[in-house]
């Protein structure tokens, strides 16, 4: 099921063995997977799009934190 959200501070997500990279802030889709994987999609100030992947344990944590705001939460 697909949530929309706002993202409004650091939210990082790992790019395969790479670094940390940020979320940008704004309007990002949620796709929440049964095996308990997040997934973020979102389109930059470019128009780029971007999707990352995330822990659920990462993503209860950023809810918790505010730093991703679910619409109707």
Not at 50 to 60: K, L
Request: net charge negative.
């Amino acid at each position: 099921m697909t949530q929309h959200a706002m993202i409004r501070g650091e939210v990082c997500f790992r790019a395969g063995d790479g670094v940390l990279m940020p979320v940008p802030d704004g309007r990002v889709d949620i796709d929440l997977a049964d095996d308990e994987s997040v997934t973020l999609h979102w389109n930059d100030g470019e128009g780029n799009a971007g999707s990352a992947a995330i822990t659920r344990d990462e993503y209860d944590r950023y809810v918790g934190e505010g730093k991703i705001r679910v619409d109707g939460a």
